[in-house]
Nanobody
């Protein structure tokens, strides 16, 4: 069974940095695009970035310069590196996997993790 498990969330202060990690199992990691989304209750899931299996990464304009995607095919992991965190970054962050080269729409992704809460508060 395919499983995606996010980790690294927590309570941080504005301006802090945080790294989220997603560990994938049950799929051929090198054949998938891995993505990060976030969601605030009552709002749509927001695409943050993704990583193609070949290595290229992309991030949303809304977080460009603060967030970055990294991955390690050998470890079946994809990370979301976050810096200069703001209160508006507070959300549940989700890892997703989809057929290689899929883009920004949540409906394009086949598998999802359980989410990890990130709270930015002073």
């Amino acid at each position: 069974q395919v499983q995606l498990v996010e980790s690294g969330g927590g309570l941080v202060q504005p301006g802090d940095s945080l790294r989220l990690s997603c560990a994938a199992s049950g799929l051929t990691f090198s054949s998938y695009t891995m993505a990060w989304f976030r969601q605030v209750s009552g709002k749509e899931r927001e695409w943050l970035g993704n990583r193609w299996s070949g290595g290229p990464t992309f991030v949303a304009d809304s977080v460009k310069g603060r967030f970055a995607i990294s991955g390690d095919n050998a470890k079946n992991t994809v990370n979301l590196e976050m810096s200069s965190l703001k209160s508006e970054d507070t959300a549940v962050y989700y890892c997703a996997a989809g057929p290689n080269l899929v883009g920004t729409e949540s409906s394009a992704y086949s598998f999802w993790g359980q989410g990890t809460q990130v709270t930015v508060s002073s």
